[in-house]
């Protein structure tokens, strides 16, 4: 088993400003000269969330916003901007999110060169109704599992409701020469390759989902993972491999569903190949303030950063709060490859 610290919270929500009143979850974290810039998802009352922002030096705040630094503009957000992820690739900052306009959730990015001025470049995944994405992927070889969800979401939504895509980030490389984004088809974890944002039009999707089963990276497992899995932090280069630390979700009779912190190991060269995983929930909710908040029970990884061979990881906890867990990089790894 690997030691993970028991957590500690590092952000909540203020009291008197109504963009964050609900609370403060999932941020995008990017360190840069020493000072870690920390994009947070706030969520206001009646569940509509912008984007907050925080600077974190030596483990203390040192500077916050006092309102949303990229609030909803469009009509595909109008009900939140939700969950950023940040990388930093050839020169330019990449925030992934999920924009939700209150029936559908899918994934947009914006760019920056300075993490200040951020420029909304518009939708990157698809646009088309899960009865028509399970038509595509029928045969695609990701078995009845992924067909489960149409009917899941049909009942809990409606028939027009889109895909639903979340947890979207880019790998800090390209690979091959191709841009690699890490994102997720309920249930399990996929990798998308391509040459520029332009690509990606409803055409080039419905083209990648008739062969969803060749891109599959990672599917539940074990019993923690025995409902889904998403992802959550951007994936880290090693010299063993790319460490991907996600989230899966479980189904427990006496608590309902628990999210934990997950972690894979994956090749370099093809992440598709997974060198290594753990058996068992790499962290789990065991804080009050994680097992009691808007969500109960939900540890929501979605960020890293690393000092020496300290690896510290941000999450969402229970909906409510922002915490952080630190352990040692290379026993994690040493931990994987077994």
């Known amino acids: 088993m690997i030691k993970v610290t028991s957590g500690e919270i590092i952000l909540e929500s203020r009291s008197g400003l109504e963009f964050e009143n609900d609370g403060v979850l999932n941020p995008a974290v990017i360190k840069v000269d020493g000072v870690i810039h920390l994009f947070y998802r ?12 925080c600077q974190i030096k030596e483990g203390k705040v040192i500077y916050r916003a006092d309102e949303p630094v990229l609030v909803p503009e469009y009509i595909y957000e109008n009900h939140g901007m939700e969950d950023p992820r940040i ?62 969800y149409e009917k899941v979401f049909r009942r809990d939504k409606n028939d027009k409701v889109h895909l639903w895509e979340k947890d979207a980030m880019l790998f800090p490389k390209k690979i091959n020469g191709k841009y690699a984004l890490i994102h997720r088809v309920l249930p399990g974890i996929q990798i998308c390759y391509f040459d520029d944002f332009d690509q990606l039009n409803q055409e080039f999707w419905k083209n990648y989902l008739k062969d969803l089963g060749t891109y599959l990276v990672l599917d539940p497992k074990y019993n923690y993972e025995n409902v889904y899995i998403g992802g959550g932090c951007v994936p880290i280069e090693t010299d063993e491999g790319w460490l991907l630390i996600y989230h899966s979700v479980e189904t427990d009779i006496k608590k309902g569903q628990i999210y934990h912190a997950s972690a894979a190991l994956l090749d370099l060269e093809n992440p598709i190949k997974v060198i290594g995983g753990l058996p068992y929930p790499l962290f789990s909710p065991e804080n009050d303030w994680e097992k ?35 352990l040692t990089l290379s026993k994690l790894l040493n931990e994987l490859k077994k």
Not at 42 to 53: C, L
Not at 103 to 120: F, G, M, R, T
Not at 296 to 313: H, K, M, Q, R
């Open 292 to 326: 009691n908040g808007v969500i109960n029970n939900v540890v929501f990884p979605t960020a890293t950063s690393i000092e020496g061979d300290e690896l510290s990881i941000f999450y969402g906890a229970a909906d409510k709060r922002i915490g952080v867990r630190k």
């Open 87 to 148: 990388t930093f690739l050839d020169g330019r900052y990449y925030m992934l999110y999920t924009a939700y306009d209150g029936s559908n959730a899918v994934v947009a990015y914006a760019v920056s060169n300075d993490l200040k001025n951020w420029k909304k470049m518009g939708l990157i995944t698809p646009q088309i109704s899960y009865d028509e994405a399970e038509d595509i992927f029928r045969d695609s070889g990701v078995g009845e599992k992924y067909i489960y």
């Open 42 to 53: 706030a969520v206001r009352k009646g569940n509509f969330s912008t984007i907050g922002y």
